[in-house]
């Protein structure tokens, strides 16, 4: 009523109401295209036509350059069916920004190679002065045949493993928990320690990474929550390994 003195309360609509899309600014857009160099990193399609910014954890309102990746239209579906995994997106992440990185910057003056056409030497062609060749794209890049990225199993394993991490992050906030949480970090964690990508450690350390993500499920609220429990936080190798291979 107007005039009583009360304030007027949000009604529930309002206080759930999703976060608003926040448009993406030209700079920062400009930076993630040369990122990606122009290309969907997931199925390589370069019609920029079709490429469009994703939010990488699905808040439209976090627009970080850090939480931003260039696709295609079709891959943000393929990433909410799980087809390609929330381990495959920030790794991949990870590996278009320190490839970008460690490119040569735009900026730079970068030798160019010129040929001269002499147009009396060429019949019939329209008269030529100078012919530029630009340099050729960088090959994309593969795991190393003796890293984690090439053996499935394993792969999906630590896939499964970081997966669980995410989720169980997710779930520490219903406990109080309030601590930043950026998708992208244990990616960089784990660079820092095994000096080396995720999926490019060698195939050796693959128990060693295991533990070691394994732990830091175990360190979330809900992993304490259900060791107290006897509850396990995840399958053992053998386990998934096992349920991999009946699928098969």
Request: hydrophobic letters at 30%; glycine letters at 4%; a positive charge.
């Amino acid at each position: 009523m107007k005039g009583s003195g009360e304030m007027p309360q949000p009604d529930d609509k309002a206080r759930k109401r999703p976060k608003q899309r926040k448009s993406v600014s030209a700079l920062t857009s400009k930076k993630l295209y040369q990122e990606a160099n122009n290309r969907c990193p997931f199925c390589c399609v370069a019609d920029v036509a079709v490429l469009e910014i994703h939010h990488i954890d699905g808040d439209p309102s976090n627009n970080k350059i850090e939480n931003l990746i260039v696709v295609c239209g079709n891959c943000p579906s393929k990433i909410t069916r799980g087809e390609i995994s929330p381990a495959d997106v920030h790794a991949k992440k990870m590996e278009l920004f320190w490839t970008h990185r460690a490119s040569p910057r735009r900026s730079e003056k970068r030798p160019r190679q010129s040929v001269n056409v002499n147009a009396a030497s060429v019949s019939d062609s329209i008269i030529a002065n100078t012919v530029t060749f630009g340099h050729k794209r960088s090959p994309r890049m593969q795991y190393p045949v003796d890293s984690i990225g090439v053996d499935t199993i394993k792969k999906g394993y630590i896939d499964y493993l970081i997966k669980r991490y995410y989720d169980y992050r997710q779930a520490d906030a219903s406990y109080g928990g309030f601590r930043p949480f950026s998708h992208a970090e244990i990616h960089t964690t784990v660079q820092r320690k095994f000096k080396a990508k995720t999926f490019f450690i060698h195939v050796s350390r693959f128990a060693e990474l295991c533990d070691y993500v394994k732990s830091r499920v175990d360190q979330t609220i809900q992993g304490k929550r259900n060791r107290s429990r006897d509850v396990p936080n995840y399958d053992s190798f053998e386990e998934y390994e096992a349920e991999q291979l009946r699928h098969e």
